[in-house]
């Protein structure tokens, strides 16, 4: 089911960067954002996975959108964050080079998805955000975690 502009409008959006590009995930997914700490690695895990973290007594598994969007090297300095989402019931972190704000979208701040071949899939994109001069990829962040390629519902599982 892909989402509209009018499904999306006035919802708010956590703003991130990756790279050069700014990105915005619905904030109802976050549970919170913390600093980057080191994960400890899963053998055979995707090169994506950096592995997991004990957050509060519940391990999670960490991905790293730089490199799953194959974005160049990641750099982790003291701007780097994980985001941690609740997808489904299932807690994820996301690892983003920065979080920047939480932005109101409205309707004619909202435009549709281009088709485009890049190492983003549109399919994980509900459409661009424009505020002004800042444009935003907006991600369907359940759609792109619970794919079968990030394989990440069972790492999950098999962790606990």
Same mark, same amino acid.
């Given at each position: ?20 590009? #700014?990105?915005?995930?619905?904030? /109802? ?78 309707? #004619? #701040? ?22 002004? #001069?800042?444009?935003?990829? /907006? ?22």
């Amino acid at each position: 089911m892909q989402e509209s502009a009018s499904d999306i409008a006035g919802r708010e959006f956590l703003a991130f960067t990756l790279g050069a590009e #700014e990105y915005g995930i619905d904030i /109802l997914k976050v549970q919170e954002i913390r600093g980057y700490e080191t994960v400890t690695r899963i053998a055979n895990a995707p090169e994506f996975i950096k592995g997991v973290i004990n957050l509060r007594g519940i391990i999670i598994p960490v991905v790293d959108m730089r490199i799953k969007f194959k974005l160049g090297e990641p750099v982790y300095d003291q701007f780097t964050v994980v985001i941690i989402l609740n997808i489904g019931g299932r807690v994820v972190g996301m690892v983003v080079d920065s979080v920047s704000d939480v932005t109101t979208l409205m309707p #004619e #701040e909202v435009k549709p998805a281009p088709e485009m071949g890049t190492a983003f899939s549109s399919d994980y994109m509900i459409g661009l955000g424009t505020i002004d #001069e800042r444009m935003l990829i /907006l991600v369907n962040i359940d759609k792109l975690m619970s794919s079968a390629e990030m394989g990440l519902m069972d790492v999950a599982a098999a962790a606990t």
